[in-house]
């Protein structure tokens, strides 16, 4: 609650953001407000997500990864419903007195997102607050008329499949929190980064985005865990699923952990922060989608089938296996 | 970091907002992201602001007016812009216990919000924070393609009109910080309390939104003091602007505090959280803006000229007023 000069933050941050802010609709960040003009016949996608220091990244991280994980989370939102991004505007809050190497390696990591993922700033408004650093995102991605890939519309006989490799950031979280458990793992040196790598930066499916959206029936972005987002989608499409953990797609070093402690199983399906994309199609449509992510290069792996019914059962050695925590929740 | 099954909150937050959202593009909060259509020759106005317990408002302010204050802001800006309406997003970060009574007062507040201004609630991001409670909103509109208003267009020759009064929140800021103001002052109870009122919860002038859009060469809202925002949009349009101080609106209570204590005059100038529009338009359009104004109810007061040059001068008996403090800034 106090007047102020412009301060030493305000020039910074004219300094490291303004120069990100090249598209014509952001104004170079000199109006109230921003300007999306989207393409005739194209619905606005519109998600938003953020991170918070301790709650969603250790306050010591590297703050290039910082900007470009909040920004990540929310184009794999938008790449699991099939939008092409348009771009976004970022609310960040500091403490007093974050000195300008932070903001300045925090803008650089943003800027390379948004040049890589063609995303581009578009507004922000800055906060000091007496809290943890902040940083929430409103991002917008454009779509056919109509078209957004919902939740709500898996339908019985679908097949599932996921991108990627599922549970590599659980299991780089627990590293980061207790680093002996490399060892008890026994993980290469090389398992070990990238366990820690996939926690550091999601790697989001847009390259897959248009495939998405003319092929699948239903997908969900899985950021809270394979597991509990695979239940919210069965939920919303009023149907079941049965996956086979056998087949659930597993990095080496995930593979390597398991090998060492089987129940880490169990923190593979539910942990959170894998950002993959986990969908439903009808089976004739997955040589399409097969030949859609192999030229993306995105690795895609059908794990099971939508049923008639309720619930997601991850079927192990013909049982269902039952979770203590099946959801991951930053909440 | 931590697993959870779904928390109290989690369902509290279903229950209070998940009724907010009844425009079909929000799919009932129940999907990755949110949809607007904009209608045919629409640009979409993208705008973000928020507040912080303890920076923007105070811990203890009811929670019915702090979301709608957040959302109040952003539709500050989109009246400013002459943008219509389209929604938003919000993101809320919550300490750990938050009870739900405080949750279902901010949620009715916004509630009566989201019907008064037509501005529906299409998603959000909720996290519990180890900091204060934090409201960010990142709001939209529609302006036909190309037309939002901007700071940068004001010609020497227009005429420079501001909305409604002008510093009541900032005095009723002062008041809050301390209670014996109202007396010094030499308030009537009305008095102290329009102020607080004007701080407590803005105004937006969104019912001039149209008008602004039509008949508006530049304008900005009045967020950070009339002098601050002023000085942004003439250096934005490479203009100087002259006011008359003598002109500049004020409620009775402003004008009771001012006459008690002269030097009140600066804060009531260079105070922020007015939520009034500040525009130029050329002399000759006065008259339809002024009818739409009064079509609108909003007070509408002329009080200076744009100019060739740079700066905006604050004239008081023939002097530039100067300013120790010129902008309000949270930061």
Not at 48 to 76: C, Q, W, Y
Not at 161 to 187: H, I, N, P
Request: with cysteine; proline share 7%; hydrophobic share 45%.
């Amino acid at each position: 609650m106090s007047h102020a000069r412009e301060s030493a933050e305000d020039r910074l941050i004219a300094r490291y953001f303004r120069p990100l802010a090249t598209d014509p609709g952001a104004f170079a960040l000199g109006d109230d407000a921003a300007v999306v003009t989207p393409p005739a016949g194209c619905d606005l996608v519109l998600t938003t997500d953020g991170v918070i220091a301790g709650v969603h990244f250790f306050p010591d991280d590297p703050p290039e990864r910082i900007g470009r994980k909040a920004l990540r989370m929310n184009l794999s939102d938008l790449a699991a419903k099939g939008a092409k991004p348009a771009g976004f505007l970022l609310s960040l809050a500091l403490p007093r007195g974050t000195d300008g190497a932070w903001i300045a390696a925090f803008a650089a990591g943003l800027g390379e997102d948004i040049a890589q993922y063609g995303c581009p700033l578009l507004g922000g408004d800055t906060d000091h607050t007496p809290g943890p650093v902040s940083v929430s995102i409103a991002a917008f991605g454009t779509v056919p008329r109509g078209k957004m890939v919902r939740r709500s519309t898996a339908k019985p006989g679908d097949t599932v499949v996921v991108t990627g490799t599922v549970g590599d950031a659980a299991l780089g979280v627990k590293m980061r929190e207790d680093a002996s458990l490399a060892k008890r793992w026994r993980l290469m040196p090389a398992m070990a980064r990238h366990l820690e790598e996939r926690y550091l930066l999601p790697q989001p499916r847009n390259a897959l985005a248009e495939a998405v959206l003319h092929h699948a029936a239903a997908a969900i972005d899985v950021s809270d865990g394979l597991a509990g987002d695979l239940a919210k989608l069965v939920e919303a499409s009023s149907v079941a699923a049965e996956i086979d953990v056998a087949r659930v797609p597993l990095s080496d070093a995930a593979r390597a952990a398991i090998g060492a402690e089987p129940a880490l199983i169990e923190s593979v399906l539910t942990g959170g922060d894998d950002y993959e994309i986990v969908m439903t199609l009808p089976p004739q449509k997955l040589p399409a989608l097969r030949a859609a992510a192999e030229a993306a290069g995105v690795p895609l792996t059908e794990i099971g089938r939508v049923q008639a019914g309720q619930g997601a059962r991850f079927m192990l050695d013909g049982k269902a296996l039952s979770f203590a925590r099946p959801s991951y929740s930053h909440f």
